[in-house]
């Protein structure tokens, strides 16, 4: 049973997220979607928000499901007995940032990070982008999921 932990902020989903996850699919028999939570991390989109807009893009793929966890992910990891991190790389500042944190994953837990490169339709799409587009009242609706894009016009 090969079970992946694909952690982030998602703050929101976008299709950046949506392509690495989609392209895992095959990859892995459970993916559990995470939502880490920081308490001294300032979100724009709340906990049942994000876990919302996630359950909503994925709601009929049977391997998918979406948690929060605090704390260390190699130790929310080991508590649900997954084997592996999966992330998504962009640009070599995600190389530079993940390489580091993968391989201290790695010594402290066993656990691999696999990697899957961005597409290249997606590869520019980042949340922080498309939170600075939102809070400029400006159309994200291209760069994230159809019910994400929905909730932002009803806003
Ligand atoms: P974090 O705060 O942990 O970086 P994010 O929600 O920003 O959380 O990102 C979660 C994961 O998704 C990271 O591995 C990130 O590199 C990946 N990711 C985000 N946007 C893209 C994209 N456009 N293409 C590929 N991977 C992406």
């Known amino acids: 049973m090969r079970k992946a932990v694909f952690p982030g ?5 976008t299709l950046g997220h949506v392509d690495i996850i989609s392209r895992s699919l095959p990859l892995f028999d459970e ?8 308490a001294k ?3 724009m989109f709340s906990i049942e928000e994000r876990k919302r807009f996630i359950q909503n893009a994925f ?3 049977q391997k998918i499901t979406v948690e929060t966890y605090t704390g260390l992910t190699v130790d929310y990891c080991k508590s649900i007995n997954a084997d592996f991190i999966l992330r998504g790389l962009r640009n070599p500042a995600d190389f530079d940032f993940e390489k ?4 201290t994953n790695r010594k402290l837990s066993g656990i691999e990070t696999v ?3 961005t597409s290249a339709e997606t590869s520019y799409i980042s949340s922080s982008i498309v939170r600075d587009i939102v809070k400029n009242n ?3 609706s291209s760069l994230v999921p159809k019910t994400v894009a929905e909730y932002f016009n009803k806003e």
């Open 41 to 43: 991390k300032k979100y």
């Open 138 to 140: 400006g159309d994200a």
């Open 59 to 61: 709601f009929a793929e």
């Open 100 to 103: 580091a944190i993968a391989q």
């Open 9 to 13: 902020s998602f703050d929101p989903i």
């Open 31 to 38: 993916i559990i979607i995470a939502i880490g939570i920081n």
């Open 115 to 117: 990697f899957l490169l």
